[in-house]
Each structure stands twice: as C-alpha cells, then as structure tokens.
C-alpha cells in the first residue's frame, strides 16, 4: 500500500471538556489545560468549535488556545457571519465548515456543498485570503467532494459516523460496505488534488480501518478521547490513540 501522507496527523477535538466545565457554570476543568496536555501527548493539532448557542467551547476559551498553542487550532464553524467574522480576526490554522443545528446534540452528517456551492465559494474566499486552510466536512459521496473542490476548499473530512454507529450497532454489512465508500471516496479526492482528512465517532475499535487509508492525511478524534481519559487519564488515552493508528499506517 503507498503512504500518501507519511505520519498520520492526529487532531484531538477538547469540545466536551467544555461541555463538562459549563454543566457546573464554573471554571473547571479547562479545555485550555486538556489542549495543552493533549499537545504534550503527541497532538499534532487542537480541534474546537464554537457554536452558536455556545454550548460548550466559548469565545474566550478560543482566545485561550491561539494564545496558549504551539501546535495547529482547528476551528470548528458553521458558515455564518458571525463566525467567518470571529475566524477572520484570529486568523487560525485552519477552519472546518460544519453543517449545525441548534436542536442536534452532536453534528448531524456532512455538510450539503453542491446545494450552496455559491454561497460557500463566496463565504470561504476571505478566509483563504487571510492564510487559514479551509476543510470541508462531508459524507462519502461523490457529489459533494466534487461541489468541496469547485469551490475552492483545500481540504475535506470525511464523516466517519455512519461507519462508527452501523460498528456499535452490530451491522456489520452495513459498516463494511459504508468503510468502501469511505476508501473509495478518499481516493477520490485524492485524485483531485485535496486533502483528507475524516473524523466523528472514531473509537480505539473503528479507528484502524480508517487509519490505514493511505490518502488519509489527518484524523480528528474528541468525544471519545475525553470519555476515556475519565479511566484511563488524557495522555494514556490519547497515546493508546496514537498506537493504533501508527499501527494501521504500518
């Protein structure tokens, strides 16, 4: 199998750090401090995202983490003005383009590119005047990958959930055929010059298929790696993550 990509990039999602600290309205525990030892455990970058109704990543936690981070900050945003505004004064790595929805509890699917695809063109064009990569998050289908590279995206995650709920729900034909449509689709858009990237629901369980497609240059993992981190501590959770899938890659 040809390695595109070399190391697999793994960026931890510290959202629900935050979900923790709001249920109590205090301080504690800080998605800061998860950031910078999750950077300590070998982190190549930081996911957040800040929602509209600010559930649980906040503005200043965002200004905590450019200003706290060595590494790469991933802002998660939905393509509003509000948060193209906030992306463009701080200038991050790199943005994901998120579909969201105030009564969802997590992301729901990807986002429906060829629907807006001019709208999203003219929404991103700032951002990547201004440096920052922009990633696209969308299903497995052709459709939208083609939509995410005529608008101009650098990059594309592919959602990994469906593959993860058919793993945990027994329906192993369903999983298997939906991981094809995952490896057929990253070797798609390879082909097209993007980047790939893909994440949501992955677990120590379901990571390795992901990880061993060769076009898959990053993955982004949260919810999981902060559940765990309840037994097991944050940096053994992350480098048990990180095992597999330097494990997958070789």
Same mark, same amino acid.
């Given at each position: ?7 697999l990039?793994?960026? +931890? ?23 910078k030892?999750? @950077? ?10 800040l929602?509209?109704?600010r ?19 991933n ?5 509003? !003005?509000?948060? *193209? ?7 991050p790595?790199?943005?994901?383009i ?6 969802e509890?997590?992301?729901?699917g ?15 064009a700032?951002?990547?005047? +201004?440096?920052?990569?922009v ?8 459709? *939208? ?14 959602h990994?959930?469906?593959?993860? !709920? ?28 993007? @980047? ?19 076009? +898959? ?8 790696l ?25």
């Amino acid at each position: 199998m040809t390695n595109y990509a070399g190391r697999l990039r793994l960026g +931890v999602n510290i959202d629900h750090v935050a979900t923790v600290r709001n249920a109590r309205g205090g301080a504690y525990p800080d998605p800061i401090r998860a950031a910078k030892l999750a @950077e300590e455990a070998g982190a190549d970058g930081i996911t957040a995202h800040l929602r509209e109704d600010r559930r649980h990543i906040t503005d200043p936690d965002i200004d905590g983490l450019m200003e706290a981070l060595s590494v790469p900050l991933n802002f998660e945003m939905a393509a509003t !003005d509000e948060m *193209q505004a906030i992306a463009l004064r701080h200038k991050p790595h790199a943005v994901c383009i998120v579909p969201e929805k105030r009564e969802e509890r997590t992301t729901e699917g990807g986002l429906e590119v060829a629907r807006e695809e001019n709208k999203l063109a003219h929404f991103i064009a700032p951002l990547r005047d +201004v440096g920052c990569r922009v990633s696209i998050f969308i299903a497995a289908d052709q459709k *939208q990958i083609d939509a995410a590279n005529r608008i101009g995206a650098q990059v594309i995650e592919l959602h990994t959930g469906a593959y993860c !709920d058919f793993h945990a729900e027994g329906k192993f034909d369903e999983r298997d055929e939906e991981l094809a449509r995952l490896r057929d689709m990253c070797a798609y858009a390879h082909t097209l010059g993007l @980047e790939v990237h893909a994440g949501h629901g992955l677990t120590y369980d379901t990571v390795k298929p992901i990880a061993a497609f060769p076009e +898959v240059m990053e993955l982004n993992i949260g919810h999981f790696l902060i559940g765990e981190s309840i037994f097991r501590g944050l940096q053994p959770a992350i480098a048990e993550m990180r095992r597999l899938m330097d494990e997958a890659r070789t």
